[in-house]
């Protein structure tokens, strides 16, 4: 089945360690899309891809880079996390030109 | 400054009932309408959509009204089954736009046998 991929699941990292977290993709799709979501709070998108072309949202702090090498994959980088970033975050795709997003299940990130 | 929001947290609806679902948007430049539904430890999924020029649109049991000029969307489920229970997320873009989302915080639908 197609579908959209996130490892790990679960992340506990220090503060201020550098974390990476992967999504990567079956569908073929274009566009790729991080989104920060805290506890009762709408998922907020942080960045995302068309093709390579990489569009920052103007809130996303600078701790926060990502990276595409390839169509398939998408990694998040936090270079030095902080309390406040623990949270889930989601990784979801679309075809250029349409509007219906397809997630994969998270990775919810603790920070200790 | 939230442009999509869902005022209700949580909803509880007997199985059988209706269930309503409400969502009011600020930005007038919004036109095209999503709803999701997520499961827990899962990712949320694409349930229906509107388009500004339409004021209804209906999906088997699930059906979305959309006001424009009280920006206002809901989402009917009827008949409401235990399945159902679930995080709704209303979402919100410009057709011309850069193809972005604009999700509000959800409702979490419990029904109830």
């Known amino acids: 089945d197609a579908m959209v991929i996130q490892n790990p699941r679960y992340q506990v990292t220090q503060f201020g360690k550098p974390v990476t977290l992967s999504c990567s993709q079956t569908?073929?799709?274009?566009?790729m899309y991080w989104y920060q979501q805290k506890s009762s709070q709408a998922p907020k998108l942080l960045f995302h891809?068309?093709?390579?072309?990489?569009?920052n949202e103007a809130d996303t702090p600078d701790n926060f880079q990502s990276r595409r090498p390839n169509t398939s994959f998408c990694f998040l980088d936090i270079r030095s996390p902080g309390l406040g970033d623990a949270a889930m975050y989601l990784c979801?795709?679309?075809?250029?030109?349409?509007?219906?997003?397809?997630f994969g299940p998270g990775t919810r990130l603790t920070v200790t | 400054d939230q442009q999509v929001k869902q005022n209700s947290p949580s909803l509880s609806v007997q199985e059988g009932r209706i269930s309503i679902l409400n969502c009011d948007y600020t930005?007038?430049?919004?036109?095209?309408f999503l709803w999701y539904k997520k499961y827990p430890a899962e990712g949320p999924t694409f349930l229906i959509s509107?388009?500004?020029?339409?004021d209804k649109n209906e999906d088997g049991r699930f059906t979305v009204f959309l006001n424009k000029s009280a920006k206002h969307l809901s989402l009917h489920i009827v008949p409401s089954q235990p399945g159902d229970s679930a995080v709704y997320f209303c979402?919100?873009?410009?057709?011309?736009?850069?193809?972005?989302?604009?999700f509000g915080q959800g409702t979490r639908l419990t029904i109830n046998p």
């Open positions: 979801a795709t679309s075809r250029q030109g349409t509007y219906e997003q397809y």
């Open positions: 569908l073929n799709h274009n566009v």
């Open positions: 891809y068309y093709d390579k072309d990489f569009n």
């Open positions: 930005n007038s430049m919004f036109d095209y």
């Open positions: 509107i388009s500004s020029i339409k």
């Open positions: 979402a919100a873009t410009l057709i011309q736009g850069a193809q972005k989302l604009v």
